[in-house]
């Protein structure tokens, strides 16, 4: 019986009837549970899933919900085509209808897991209004999440009347709760300067200038909300904005003093595209990588510097051009 009972605290799932009473309230839930992979343990994620939701690390998974799913405990990754997060302890992921991705934990390190995936115009709307473009959320510190999952966990195991309305409501105080996550204390002037300056030391930098904007954000100690209003707030533009206008400024420089094919200037500037490349080039300084480097090449010098030998702060003046 103790078995049993320690298997259940550490291995529950179940996936709920969605009838048509359910989905004219607006709001239903599909399925919620946890679970505790240990460290160094069996392939994720465990194979007893409907296939709808089961996925491998290869080839991911696409599904038609919404979830969250809460990392109480350990460490690892998450994916989509456009993003690349480390997950730690006390971070919840949100996933969205059609999102392409994978999450799994550290091996060294293994993670418990709750999720809940959930539907419906109403939840809809909460998405589109306030978790626009958030993927990941730093809950730490904040009180009742993962009571509010064991309260959704504990209410699954009912089969009273109303059990979809029921959970309906306790998946929306949840994302209440991850909401409030986001309504963070700014930080004062003097740490937002110093967060704003180290950002932009970190997108420089050989070894972080490819982090996730998220990632970076998450580093410096901050939501990803506080992090874009601030570095907007101190530089005038949104920090994407300012990733690409590094690229870009980059680029230039290369085009300038190297020999090297547009292409390969596309890859090392940061561009995972030529093509994308060479059209945000032309938008931004209305000619092609070609066009600008055979217009400007009478001012190369004689022995132009190697591209490692060109200085932080020539890049940075020509970065200040293109943003004033």
């Not at 089961?54 to 038609?64: K, S, Y």
């Not at 400024?249 to 085009?255: E, K, N, Q, T, V």
């Not at 596309?266 to 217009?295: D, H, I, L, N």
């Amino acid at each position: 019986m103790e078995d049993n009972e320690l298997q259940q605290r550490n291995h529950y799932f179940r996936y709920l009837r969605v009838d048509a009473s359910s989905r004219n309230w607006g709001m239903y839930v599909t399925t919620c549970g946890r679970s505790l992979i240990s460290a160094n343990g069996n392939s994720y994620p465990p194979v007893q899933h409907p296939p709808l939701y089961q996925f491998d690390w290869q080839h991911g998974r696409v599904l038609n919900e919404y979830q969250i799913v809460y990392i109480s405990e350990g460490s690892g990754s998450f994916e989509t085509k456009n993003q690349k997060i480390q997950v730690q302890c006390d971070d919840a992921i949100l996933l969205r209808p059609g999102q392409w991705h994978r999450y799994r934990p550290k091996p060294e390190t293994g993670w418990r897991e709750y999720w809940i995936g959930f539907s419906g115009s109403g939840f809809t709307t909460i998405f589109d209004n306030h978790f626009c473009g958030r993927s990941v959320f730093q809950i730490r510190g904040l009180a009742g999440v993962r009571e509010a999952f064991e309260a959704l966990i504990a209410t699954s195991q009912e089969n009273g009347p109303a059990l979809q309305q029921k959970m309906a409501a306790l998946t929306s105080l949840l994302m209440a709760q991850l909401y409030a996550s986001t309504l963070v204390q700014a930080p004062s002037a003097k740490d937002a300067s110093k967060m704003v300056q180290r950002a932009r030391e970190m997108m420089w930098s050989n070894e972080t200038r490819d982090l996730s904007l998220e990632e970076l954000a998450r580093r410096l100690g901050a939501s990803y909300s506080t992090f874009r209003r601030v570095f907007r707030e101190h530089t005038g533009v949104g920090p994407h904005q300012y990733r690409l206008n590094l690229k870009l400024s980059h680029a230039r420089d290369l085009l300038l003093n190297t020999d090297l094919s547009i292409k390969e200037i596309a890859f090392q500037s940061g561009f995972e595209e030529e093509q994308y490349f060479c059209r945000f080039f032309k938008k931004t300084m209305e000619k092609t990588p070609s066009g600008y480097r055979k217009q400007y090449m009478v001012h190369k010098p004689s022995s132009p510097p190697r591209v490692s030998e060109t200085s932080h702060s020539t890049v940075i003046r020509d970065f200040n051009y293109l943003i004033n």
